[in-house]
């Protein structure tokens, strides 16, 4: 097979033309359609333009919370490291996982739950604003909704995208109905690359220019 | 929508279960079922029941590399983080990636090459038996067909995986040929969180009886 010749600089240009020409993307919201680009563009599954659902103006409440440096908590490490950090920089915005952390351990133990749960509590104890990014764990989201109504965080971004198969439907449904601005993948898929696509997304809505 | 009442410790086993009966199992070849079903497990996507390559015999070669204390050389900080550490211990086998190295964005530039082309000449000087496990740059594969052509790197086993738009089938045509152990996606299909997943499942047979 041939490879095409493609310089460096251009290969993230030339795909993301590729994925334009085949989403015929004047069906998506200019807004979205950044954000639903580098999802396709770090999965190569275009299912994600049908699957990927945004609350009323989610996206001029995301760039707000990223311009007034807030705090993302991801529920993997593999999410927390592939945000990029050069845009983070640049917007005063840091992220974090509780995912290690021996008290998180302890808590989930102690109240017969998993770690993502326990992370999302310790997520109520974070200064100033933030966005929650799930991309593994349902049971995250599902603590996240009833720590939102126990008035014990309100986030101001949820990015809902767990992959996998006991209770990852459900949990995408019962996050876009607690009230929060979100971006959720409904479906079975997602996964850590995804939320941080999602992320990476509005960073650079704001730091490439 | 119903929550299933799922303890936290049956989650995988249950996804397992459920990704099991829709796959039809017993299609697929004994030795390589651990290894589609987690690549499942962590995309939530069947595509890859029917899109994993793997070279004659190459699970027992990659277990083999594992049980000697291989490392493992990935294309991306979210590869490398995202293979388990516990397991990684018991086998002493660790992960690196060179993507933050400053030397090797030197040569990157100086080449006009990618990152991660720079990333598998930077492969060839680590100690020991290598895994070299890519999920997001097609050109670390091409460059990886070169080097071991010229002799100069004999990886135990090529994770072929990236995912995109610009010479990913390419690259991944490229390596089945090679002459490499490999497990291989075929397709524009792939990524970090698939990479890692193909090391865990190897890791998963040596590890957890």
Known sequence: MKLQNVLPKDIERRSMEIIGEELGELKIDHEKIDIVKRVIHTSADFDYARTLHFSDGVVGKALDALKKGVTIVTDTNMACIGINKMGMEKLGV?????????????????????????CMEKACTVEGPVIIAI????????????????????????????????????SKEIIM?????????????????????????????????
Chains 1, 2 share one sequence.
Do not use: H, Q, W
């Open 94 to 118: 840091k992220a974090v996982c509780f995912m290690s952390d021996p008290d998180v351990a302890a808590r989930a133990k102690e109240a017969g739950t998993t770690m993502a749960a326990a």
């Open 135 to 170: 991309g593994n764990a349902p049971t995250a989201l599902v603590r996240l909704d009833e720590l939102v109504r126990e008035g014990k965080i309100n986030p101001e971004l949820v990015i809902g995208v767990p992959v996998g198969f006991v209770n990852v439907v459900e």
């Open 177 to 209: 109905k607690t009230g929060v601005p979100y971006i959720v993948a409904s479906g079975r898929k997602g996964g850590s690359n995804v939320a941080a696509a999602i992320c990476n997304a509005l960073i650079y809505k704001l730091t490439r220019k």
